[in-house]
């Protein structure tokens, strides 16, 4: 049974810096990719990062050079590190994993894929 648990959300301040964790246990597949998606409300859910097995990574226009995602070496715990965080950073976070080798389009076309998904936790950036 996959599951993904996220944590470390909360609220900070514009500018400010935010961690985010999901602890992935069961998924088995080799050509994996790991990511992060936002829900802000009335909004559609939309790709934030995504790191492959091999640590490929990639970035939606909007966080890049603000966020960080990263893996352990174990590959069981994501993490997203969020710097100089906006107010439109606000949204729930999700955790996902799904097989594919194009991190990119995932992020582009999340609702073309069938992703195991996390419960999701919320960050919220006050201005």
């Known amino acids: 049974q996959v599951q993904l648990v996220e944590s470390g959300g909360g609220s900070v301040q514009a500018g400010g810096s935010l961690s985010i964790s999901c602890v992935i246990s069961?998924?088995?597949?080799?050509?994996?990719?790991l990511g992060w998606f936002r829900q802000a409300p009335g909004k559609a859910r939309e790709g934030v990062a995504a790191?492959?097995?091999?640590?490929?990574?990639n970035y939606a226009d909007s966080v890049k050079g603000r966020f960080t995602i990263s893996q352990d070496s174990a590959k069981s715990t994501l993490s997203l590190q969020m710097n100089s965080l906006k107010p439109e950073d606000t949204a729930m976070y999700y955790c996902?994993?799904?097989?594919?080798?194009?991190?990119?389009?995932?992020?582009?076309?999340?609702?073309?894929?069938?992703?195991?998904w996390g419960q999701g936790t919320q960050v919220t950036v006050s201005s």
């Open positions: 069961g998924y088995t597949s080799s050509r994996y990719c």
């Open positions: 790191v492959t097995r091999d640590g490929i990574t």
């Open positions: 996902a994993a799904v097989q594919t080798t194009r991190p990119g389009l995932w992020l582009r076309s999340p609702a073309a894929y069938s992703p195991y």
